[in-house]
């Protein structure tokens, strides 16, 4: 594989790795057959037909492709390419009906903004699409809601004497030992260990005198933290689950004073079904200089060249048409050759 990479040259390597994941799904059986029942009405070398049921079939669903009835589930993008998988295990996930698995239970409490910016607890079960929420220190947006079903959960008990339930595959940040926060990494809930450092809000909660802080039990016996220690792991019981995906990627969870990551494979399992039938793809990331905030898809056009043009298609925006981009802003793209 050739990758050529554009523009700000210090996400190099996040891009690269990231499209060596495009690289392994593109020619594998599942990816090829699952492009070939997307495109299945397009008519012959019609390019942008092909994109358009591609987009459709992963934003909005194809009740006749296995796995995307109702679309692939959208979860905002991670912080490195370390976060996804393959596209071939994104659609093995998504026909057993797990998408990439994340979801807590219908009770499990987030924090919503009420007016004058106060903290009102509130179940998943209860949010809205639109709602706004306590992230990693700042207010974040929901834009999408999933009920997941009944699921096996998996009980993970805290130093600050509480449960943190959800099912194995949830994502959660672990701050490595003797790292800063900054340098979370995502792990399945399944693979924490006892002793692992979960990672908690460092802002607002604990700028708030006591008598502020949200009426909840935990908050009456200890201090919001930076990392919240895993002290115990058990196997629990099945119960009914929901989950939600945030415009910043992460949500906090106050009742057990960590914050959770919402992610998905979603942009190299786009990238792999298009490259499967053909199109040149690359991987755009943006943002500034210096945090690289949002990746999605591009392809160039005409399938076979020469190339004239580039089709963004992030689907993962819900305003976003086939072609859209946001505005401002710096751009690293690195193409598959």
Known sequence: MK????????????????????????THPL????????????????????????????????PEVPGLESGFRYCSDPRSTDYFTTAYRSLEMAQRGGGSGDCL???????????????IPTSLKDIQIGDVI?????????????????KKLLGLTLNNSTQLRCTYTHKLLVVPKFHPREHAIIVNAS?????????????????????KRPDL?????????LLTRVSEKADLYYDYTIDIATDSGV???????????????????????????????????WGSEKEFVHVYPVVALPKHGPFTSVVALDATVPRAVPGWEPNGGVSLTAWLD
């Not at 990758?3 to 790795?17: E, G, I, P, S």
């Not at 239970?105 to 106060?118: A, E, F, H, N, Y």
């Not at 306590?134 to 009944?150: F, S």
């Not at 260990?193 to 460092?202: A, M, T, Y």
Request: aromatic letters at 8%; glycine letters at 6%.
């Open 3 to 26: 990758v050529t990479l554009l523009d700000v040259a210090t996400q190099k390597d996040a891009l690269y790795k990231l499209a060596t994941l495009v690289e392994k799904s593109l």
């Open 31 to 62: 990816v090829r057959e699952t492009a070939f029942q997307i495109v299945r009405n397009c008519p012959s070398r019609d390019d942008m037909a092909e994109l358009n049921a591609i987009y459709e079939a992963i934003k909005h669903g194809d």
């Open 105 to 119: 239970p219908t009770t499990t409490l987030v924090l919503k903004r009420g007016s004058q910016d106060i903290f």
């Open 134 to 150: 306590l992230g990693d220190g700042v207010w974040t947006t929901v834009v999408n809601k999933w009920d997941k079903g009944l």
């Open 191 to 211: 693979d924490i260990k006892v002793g692992d450092d979960l990672l908690s809000s460092n802002r607002m909660l604990l700028e708030l005198p006591m008598n």
């Open 217 to 225: 039990p935990i908050y009456k016996t200890h201090t919001p933290g």
């Open 251 to 285: 949500f906090y969870l106050p009742e057990t004073n960590v914050i959770t990551k919402n992610c998905d494979d979603f942009t190299v399992l786009i990238a792999s079904i298009a490259a499967s039938i053909g199109f040149k793809v690359g991987l755009r990331g």
